[in-house]
C-alpha cells in the first residue's frame, strides 16, 4: 500500500498559504474517496485514511507538525504501516517550477525545500517519489520564506484550484500506471 503525504503548516494561521497546497491535494483526495483524515496512532505524528484509488489501497496522510520538521512523522507513518520509501509519494509546493506546473519524479535532491529536506534526512534517502505543485517564484526581491507563507491572490486561487485537482488525477493515475502519471505531470527518473 503506497503512502501519499502532503506536506503543510498545520497551523490556522498558515491556512490556504502557498505552502499548504501538498494537504490541499490530500484534502482533494480524501473528498473524491468519500472520507475524511482522522487522527493516526500514537506515535505516527500525523492525520490519516486508508482508502481505495480505483482497485487499489492507498495511505493518506498529512503530518500534524510544521513543515520543516516532516520528517520524523513521515518516518513513523511509514513504518508503522510498512510502507517502503519507494512507495512513498510526497505531495509539496515548489517556487523553482512555473506557476501551476506539475512534475512527478523519483529520487533526486531536496531541491532547497524544508520539508523535503527533512524527509531525506529522517529516511537515510531520496528514493521516495515527489509530486511538484509550481507556486513560482516571489515577485521582485521578496523573501522566498515570506512568499511561500503568503495566501494566493483571488486570480491566482481559481488557476490553484484547477492545479490541485490536476495533481489529485495525476495521483490517481499514479496508483496505476507511474510511467504514464510521469508524462502527465512532466516528471521523469532520476
Known sequence: MPAIVGL?????????????????????LVKRSGTRLGRGPRRVRCRVAQVRIGPDPALLAVPTVSMNVSGPPVRGLIGYYKVAP???????????LPFGRLRLRSGHGHGGHNGVRSIAGSLGTTDFW??????????????????VLSRFSAAEREEVDHLVDDAADVVER?????????????GRRP
Open 86 to 96: 519507494e512507495d512513498l509519494l510526497v505531495i509539496h509546493d515548489d517556487i523553482d
Open 130 to 147: 515527489r509530486l511538484k505543485l509550481g507556486i513560482g517564484r516571489p515577485p521582485g526581491r521578496m523573501d522566498p520564506a515570506d512568499y
Open 174 to 186: 499514479f496508483m496505476t500506471d507511474p510511467e504514464r502519471a510521469m508524462e502527465l505531470a512532466g
Open 8 to 28: 503543510h503548516n498545520p497551523e490556522p494561521a498558515y491556512r490556504g498559504t502557498r505552502h499548504n497546497a501538498g494537504a490541499e491535494v490530500i484534502a482533494a
